[in-house]
């Protein structure tokens, strides 16, 4: 069977040679547009609305005092978190997948975002600690998961069946692990842990963007520039090994750099469930690419997570049904199509 490729090679002045992608470039193109009118729509939401030309309008610094107010000190700040965690998982997702070649290496599958709840929860029952002690608790949480996960996964290299396999280990325990601690609080901070477990963007300040900012502006260019490596990756480690491909320093390169998004992301918003599972999926499928498809899958994790905020407000009025409420029912009947496809194909 043939097979023919849409990518054509771009040569920089500088001697660097790309390969672009004419359909994943538009498909990465709308996400955008749709991240941003999504982002409009959810700033003018609430019980203040603001129509989306008043909105742009104060965003371009000639609104009234009420609506720059409204929109660059509570509403603004919202939208950047969302769009940011969004991104991180969709990110983190693809590196997941691509790294354990599994569709459902996801790192609500592995275990990290109970690590990061595990890490969340020890801070509120057994510290009683504010609001930013519980950001660092999730994010030493999950980064302990992801590094646990790593070391016992390791068996002179680390594969995705075996990756898969511990990590889904290591969810349950770490899920056994959250219920003993919710037992053990009293009932302030038992209330407290379950708002907190469901994902939400309420009350999110600039506080969360500015820390998610920088480590994004960190992490994404560490990613796309072992891009080339993970793409060779996928087709097995001799390939790669033969091609002058490190593997194993690219995969924990790439595995740290996912282990800090997903804990980062959840530290910020909770753990917002299915996104980083469901983004790298339907942005392989828009772009119809075999590869990682890490931008599209970035622009995809941001749209769908402000997306759904967005229709959670419009259908439940502001600050009524979190936004991870949403994702978990809208995720959870995907996985379900997934696995059906799947078996069906005779993959599974």
Not at 95 to 104: A, E, H, I, K, T
Not at 164 to 192: C, F, P, Q, S
Not at 198 to 203: A, E, I, P, V
Not at 238 to 256: E, Y
């Amino acid at each position: 069977m043939k097979t023919h490729s849409r990518s054509r090679a771009i040569r920089t002045p500088g001697g660097l040679s790309l390969r672009l992608d004419p359909r994943a470039l538009v498909v990465v193109v709308l996400l955008l547009a749709a991240a941003c009118a999504a982002g409009v729509a959810l700033i003018g939401t609430g019980e203040a609305r603001i129509p989306a030309a008043d909105v742009l309008r104060t965003l371009a610094g000639d609104g009234t005092a009420y609506q720059d107010f409204i929109v660059n000190e509570l509403r603004l700040p919202r939208v950047l978190v969302g769009l940011l965690v969004g991104a991180s998982l969709g990110l983190g997702g693809a590196l997941f997948q691509s790294v354990s070649r599994n569709p459902l290496g996801s790192p609500d599958v592995l275990g990290l975002s109970q690590g990061s709840t595990a890490g969340a929860l020890v801070v509120i029952v057994l510290m009683s600690g504010s609001a930013s002690q519980v950001t660092v608790g999730a994010l030493a949480g999950g980064l302990a998961t992801g590094l646990a996960i790593y070391a016992l996964a390791w068996k002179r290299g680390v594969h995705g069946y075996r990756l898969v396999l511990v990590g889904i280990g290591v969810n349950a325990i770490m899920t056994a692990v959250n219920g003993y601690l919710l037992t053990k609080a009293d009932l302030v901070d038992a209330t407290r842990a379950v708002v907190w477990m469901t994902g939400s963007l309420n009350g999110r300040g600039w506080e969360q963007v500015w820390p998610l900012l920088g480590l994004c502006a960190v992490l994404v260019p560490l990613v796309l520039a072992n891009a080339r490596g993970l793409r060779m990756m996928e087709m097995g480690d001799d390939i790669s090994n033969a091609l002058g491909v490190r593997v194993q320093r690219v995969r924990l390169v790439l595995m740290v750099c996912a282990v800090l998004l997903v804990a980062a992301a959840t530290a910020a918003a909770g753990p917002v469930s299915f996104v980083a599972l469901t983004a790298p999926q339907l942005a392989r499928r828009l772009t119809r690419s075999p590869g990682p498809n890490l931008v599209p899958s970035l622009c995809m994790g941001a749209t769908l997570l402000v997306a759904a905020d967005w229709a959670s407000q419009r259908a439940f009025g502001a600050d009524q049904l979190p936004v991870g409420v949403v994702t978990g029912v809208l995720g959870g009947a995907y996985l379900l199509w997934l696995l059906v496809t799947e078996r069906r194909a005779g993959r599974i």
